[in-house]
């Protein structure tokens, strides 16, 4: 959801409290246009994150709820390059989006994020995402560091107005992090 964050993913480098250096996409440019949109389903934070530590974000299409999100207008290589660096291969080859864009989801390989969802278009362009192939139900909760949760909430004030206290409540609530940390104490931190 952060756009400075989206930045490391397409022109390569390491973001700050980052422990991996990303090499970037084969178009660095960045995306054309970006609009907030509100996904159904749920965040939640399962296993353990190599770059941030602490347990990692994953969309669960199929559970109640609403996710608020960012959708930012990039090219089938710009989103296979960004997705590709998330699964941990190398860029530079176009996903196959005809499953995807069928079906509403599609598993492209074993891995946390190799999971590719289509939970609808925007302007008649297809809204995609990845995540884990298991859902709520199966994940191995983990609460979520602060460095990735200050990614996120930043993300949240940017693209949908929210306040670091709004975005401290939402953040604090989701599986995983529920229970770990409080709405005031992940305030303090952000």
Known sequence: MHAGRLAYYLRGGRP???????PGCRDGRPPR???????????????????WGGGMGFYDPAQPGKTPARAYLLTVGQFSDLAAQE??????KDL???????TGQERIGPGRYETLVCP?????????????????????????????????????????GWSLGRAADYLSSRPGASGHWSPAALLREL
């Open 87 to 92: 699964m941990y291969r190398e860029p530079g």
């Open 96 to 102: 196959a989006l005809a499953g995807v864009l069928g």
């Open 120 to 160: 609808g278009s925007l302007d008649g362009v297809p809204v995609l995402t990845f995540t884990a192939p298991w859902g709520l139900p199966a994940a191995e909760l983990n609460a979520p560091s602060v460095a990735y949760l200050r990614n996120l909430a930043s993300g949240l004030v940017e693209a949908h």
């Open 33 to 51: 246009r970006d609009v907030p949109l509100v996904l159904p389903g749920t965040l939640y934070f399962a296993r353990e994150s190599a770059v």
């Open 16 to 22: 700050p409290g980052g422990a991996r250096t990303y």
